[in-house]
């Protein structure tokens, strides 16, 4: 059985879900989802349907042919006017069959009488021919008071009606998305509303976050693109920590003979990232041979596409959840409607694109399916230095790890672990986002809880033994030392012949 999201558009009518349904069930499908809010559009319904695989396409055919299926996204225009009517009986009706014979609907429409002779009608108009406008304008002048309000995407009056098909436009453009991905973007985004209604969000508040979280990764890129970097020697080795304002870092290890990455950010920025690589290792595509991750997030394994020479370091928990995302099916994240539609949508805005499954190179064998603490799952060695790479219980993630060198005192340790106290304003802003559209961005906050008390412990046990601070470098943010029981951002020595922000 396969799986399928659909977008439709059903008139505001009795029967017409039932004549969806009929045609979902004649082909052997079951509707494994339904989602529709009269509240935020009149007649967009979304449908996840399970059916045979030869019959999905029938499906879709036969809804096409009725006209329940958006295969395009029409820009409508909204306007706002105000026209003072005398307050008479049926006096309002001129000015319905002027919009009835221009085929205007109404999305909003708004009035009260007063001491007054008239009344003021507000009217919210959805119109799909813009040249229309000045005819319909002057043709409402010529019998009563008019005035176009103005009024932009803010207005929730406006916006419930005809939301679906303002995000999709306005999502189109600012991503450069094609239809299916358009449509696919507005499906994911209503099984967010749907699951954050049900615990009493506001849907004007889940809306905002969606469109912050796009807007906040769009805006960023280009000349906009800005990371802090940090330069520190280790024994041997100089380690690199490329810091964006949003994704995760990027930790590039220098040897002599390699360039060694740890996670890679969003696939959004891989030109940004490629030229700061260029910048920073002038023959850095000769040198680079191998990437790993602290764990399967999009955030974190963005550019592992992009870097096609590389071979992929992981565990097999990791390697299964990227290989899920190459067939379709949902990966680790993806174990909530919540998070799956964050997750989804993630992927359309970053661009993302699981990589080449031929370049994995799995680290572990015989590990537990399940356990409750760190455990050491393999080992790596870059340049002078011995890692050790452990795995975690799937808190934040399942199949999350960290990488220990104890003698180098530095462990890199993903999302279990991180300076939020060190997070620029910009980097706070965006890490606010999704916690809020997945409640929690931990997997089990239980476990989560527990590991990072586990590492903290490790990252003391290091401390102890080499009598100097531990070098922690978190998922995102700054390079920090553990003193004290917390985490202090550590400065490291800046390239003498380039700013730290680029």
């Not at 280009?222 to 990027?250: H, M, W």
């Not at 964050?342 to 680290?363: K, M, Q, T, V, W």
């Not at 990488?403 to 939020?420: H, K, Q, S």
């Amino acid at each position: 059985m396969a799986r399928k999201s659909f977008v439709t558009s059903m008139p505001d009518k009795a029967g017409a879900f039932l004549r969806a349904s009929k045609i979902i069930a004649a082909h052997h499908g079951n509707i494994v989802r339904v989602s529709y809010n009269k509240a935020v559009d009149l007649h967009t319904l979304f449908l996840d349907i399970e059916a045979p695989d030869d019959r999905l396409g029938e499906i879709e055919k036969d809804l096409l042919d009725i006209g329940y299926l958006n295969d395009k996204i029409t820009e409508i225009r909204v306007i706002e006017v105000e026209i003072k009517i005398p307050d008479n009986p049926g006096a309002v009706l001129p000015v319905l069959e002027i919009l009835n014979s221009h085929k205007i609907n109404i999305s909003y429409l708004n009035s009260s009488a007063g001491d007054e002779p008239y009344q003021n009608f507000k009217l919210g108009l959805l119109i799909e021919d813009p040249g229309i406008i000045k005819t319909l304008l002057d043709e409402i002048s010529e019998i009563y008071p008019i005035n176009v309000i103005e009024c932009d995407s803010s207005e929730e009056n406006l916006d419930n009606t005809v939301f679906y098909i303002r995000l999709a436009n306005e999502m189109q453009k600012l991503l450069s998305l094609g239809p299916e991905q358009t449509m696919q973007f507005i499906s994911e985004s209503n099984r967010i509303l749907q699951a954050l209604q049900s615990e009493g969000e506001d849907a004007g508040k889940v809306f905002r976050y969606i469109r912050r979280f796009a807007y906040f990764v769009s805006l960023n890129r280009g000349d906009n693109f800005k990371a802090n970097i940090e330069k520190i020697i280790l024994d041997g080795v100089t380690l690199y920590s490329i810091q964006p304002r949003c994704g995760s870092n990027t930790y590039v290890l220098k040897t002599p003979d390699e360039l060694f990455l740890i996670d890679t950010g969003y696939a959004i920025y891989a030109r940004e990232m490629f030229r700061t690589f260029g910048s920073l290792f002038p023959d850095w595509e000769r040198r680079i041979r191998r990437v790993c991750i602290t764990h399967a997030d999009v955030d974190h394994c963005g550019l592992l596409s992009k870097l096609e020479n590389a071979e992929i370091l992981l565990n097999k928990k990791s390697a299964e959840s990227l290989l899920r995302q190459m067939g379709g099916l949902p990966d680790f994240r993806e174990n909530t409607q919540l998070r799956f539609g964050y997750s989804r949508i993630s992927r359309i805005i970053s661009g993302y694109e699981p990589p080449d499954a031929d370049r994995f190179r799995i680290l572990d064998s015989g590990t537990p399916e399940e356990h409750d603490r760190l455990i050491e799952i393999g080992k790596i060695t870059v340049g002078g230095l011995d890692f050790s790479v452990y795995e975690g219980s799937g808190g934040h993630l399942y199949g999350e790890m960290v990488y220990v060198c104890r003698e180098a005192g530095i462990v890199f340790t993903g999302d279990l672990l991180v300076n939020i106290d060190g997070f620029s304003r910009e980097t706070a802003e965006f890490n606010s986002l999704a916690p809020y559209l997945m409640k929690s961005v931990n997997v089990d906050s239980k476990k989560a809880s527990e590991m990072r008390r586990q590492v903290i412990a490790l990252i003391e046990g290091i401390t102890e033994k080499n009598q100097k601070p531990c070098i922690v470098c978190g998922g995102h943010g700054p390079v920090s030392e553990f003193r004290d029981g917390k985490l202090v951002a550590l400065r490291g020595e800046e390239e003498k012949d380039r700013p730290k922000s680029l």
